[in-house]
């Protein structure tokens, strides 16, 4: 039975490792930086418009919506529609949920680094 959503996981960008920091507050690097925003553009691209984000509140996971919903400017949701919650680190460690109405299944950028082989390749830049 064919819902008409797509559910997408997104993996958070490169974070530094930087002994003595606490992992929630790691922060992304300037590649991490600049492959989030590739994996906005990349999400534009292939028409997939979140309607509602789910993001863990660690530092890194922020900071990679921060980016990606700036690449995709005006198709990212608002405000309203993102939460940021600590449970979601229980859920699935360091990933970002996005909820999509679009109806094609499609694997993203960052799941090159998952288990299964997607089915689009993504590099950034």
């Not at 008409?4 to 922060?27: F, S």
């Not at 400017?73 to 970002?96: N, Q, Y």
């Amino acid at each position: 039975m064919d819902s008409g959503h797509t559910l997408v996981v997104l993996r958070h960008a490169k974070a530094a490792g930087e002994p003595g920091v606490n992992d929630t507050q790691r922060p992304l690097t300037g590649r991490g930086r600049r492959d989030a925003g590739a994996a906005g553009r990349w999400l534009l691209a292939q028409g997939i418009r979140p309607d509602l984000v789910l993001c863990s509140s660690a530092r890194r996971t922020r900071e990679t919506w921060e980016q990606v919903s700036a690449a995709m400017g005006a198709a990212a949701p608002g405000a309203d529609m993102v939460s940021f919650e600590d449970r979601s680190m229980t859920l699935a460690p360091r990933v970002c949920w996005t909820w999509s109405t679009s109806s094609r299944t499609t694997r993203g950028p960052y799941s090159r680094w998952g288990t299964t082989r997607p089915r689009r390749t993504w590099s950034p830049g």
